[in-house]
């Protein structure tokens, strides 16, 4: 593709930061986000038109990130083996189907529908999407993934405000209006694709000369915590965008609005920590900014269910903030650890972050038919305890690594 006329921007250099496939990915994860969030925004209201339990609410949780989850590492592994540059659009269009089945189910078991088709569209776009951001990064890996991922951050922190702001007023089927946002991004796609396809893969092939992987043994090591961190830090996520609203509602008798818009306020905390953390660790490590986003989060969340309705808010901030930095350099850190496999490390962890989330929003929400969701919160607040496993994780620039794919 001629980039002058693509839409997304020329490439500085031809080993440069491509600035703006980086924005055009980023702006593309926030549309691909905003239209996922809606299904979560929208539990309070599905619950009462639905008459649905806490643990369809998890069921449904656990439809979409599962099958998000299951098809992630699959994709992401035949990416690396045989790059399919307009994927990227085809994701978009099964959000696209998805988002339209929302607004107009009038079943539990369409719902359920819905949300699996808006995980495929997620399965498909995440792994390429990353992998097409290393691609672009010019050796600045840990930018180029937080600039992508803060994209998905704001769309997911806009999904409560237009739920509140949108779909409560005029109701589910006004869901569909935000179908030109996926059309949008379609569009944006088959561009993104066009870079891909006619310079994105020499830079793979042009990615630095091959270098010593780290041994074995510390990949498996290093394997294992990342999974156990993942887990802490995405059921703990789930307990928020799950439920955050419904302890709200319950605890302090606010608004169904109320509740959306302190969600929003964490949501969007989140996404600046997603923007801080891959910077950081470009400058001092992958594994310091694991092990400070993980365990440094432990003193709020032990707070949080002891707070008051203005202290919750103040509180949920560092939370949304502190932990969203994490992830970044959890991919960064584990495609450096893996060289030469991009896409499939990528699909692998957003996977695991769709994966762990689901399975902790079904388990979740079955606790919280029983015990509430204060109990809930008092649960999960001693998950970033976990982070200090990140004490195990091998230094993986103590020996240089092939970029990779």
Request: charged share 10%.
């Amino acid at each position: 593709m001629n980039e002058s006329a693509s839409g997304v921007g020329a490439v500085r250099s031809a080993g440069g930061t491509a600035v703006g496939i980086l924005a055009a990915i980023s702006f593309c994860h926030l549309l691909n986000d905003m239209l996922q969030s809606l299904l979560p925004a929208l539990y309070p209201m599905l619950k009462s038109s639905y008459a649905l339990s806490f643990t369809q609410i998890g069921l449904l949780t656990f439809t979409f990130q599962f099958t998000a989850s299951l098809l992630q590492p699959l994709i992401g592994a035949l990416a690396d083996r045989s790059p399919r540059p307009y994927s990227l659009a085809v994701g978009m269009g099964c959000t696209l189907g998805g988002l339209l089945l929302l607004a107009f189910a009038g079943s539990y078991r369409l719902l359920l529908t819905a949300g699996a088709l808006i995980g495929t569209g997620s399965s498909v776009f995440h792994p390429e999407s990353s992998r097409v951001a290393r691609m672009a990064s010019g050796g600045k890996h840990g930018l180029a993934q937080s600039v992508f991922q803060v994209g998905g951050n704001l769309g997911s922190s806009a999904g409560p405000l237009l739920a509140a702001f949108v779909v409560l007023p005029h109701g589910q089927s006004s869901v569909a209006w935000f179908s030109g946002a996926a059309l949008l991004g379609i569009v944006l796609l088959i561009n993104v694709g066009h870079w891909y396809k006619a310079h994105g893969l020499s830079r793979l092939a042009r990615s630095g000369s091959p270098r010593r992987a780290a041994p074995r043994h510390h990949v498996a090591g290093a394997l294992v915590v990342l999974l156990l961190l993942v887990f802490s830090k995405y059921v703990y996520l789930a307990s928020i965008t799950s439920y955050y609203t419904f302890y709200l509602i319950e605890h302090f008798q606010v608004s169904v609005r109320s509740s959306q818009l302190h969600l929003f306020v964490f949501l969007a905390s989140a996404a600046a920590g997603g923007m801080i953390g891959g910077p950081l660790g470009d400058r001092v490590g992958s594994k310091y900014i694991i092990w400070m986003s993980i365990l440094g989060v432990l003193p709020f969340t032990l707070l949080l269910p002891h707070a008051n309705l203005f202290w919750t808010g103040v509180l949920s901030v560092p939370i949304g903030l502190i932990i969203a930095s994490a992830f970044p350099a959890i991919v960064v850190y584990a495609q450096d650890l893996l060289p030469g496999r991009t896409g499939t490390v990528a699909g692998l962890f957003f996977g695991l972050a769709f994966g762990m989330g689901s399975i902790g929003a079904a388990v979740l929400g079955k606790l919280a038919d029983h015990v509430g969701t204060e109990t809930i919160y008092a649960m999960c607040a001693f998950l970033p305890m976990i982070g200090l496993l990140a004490a195990f994780l091998p230094n993986v620039h103590e020996q240089p690594l092939a970029e990779g794919g």
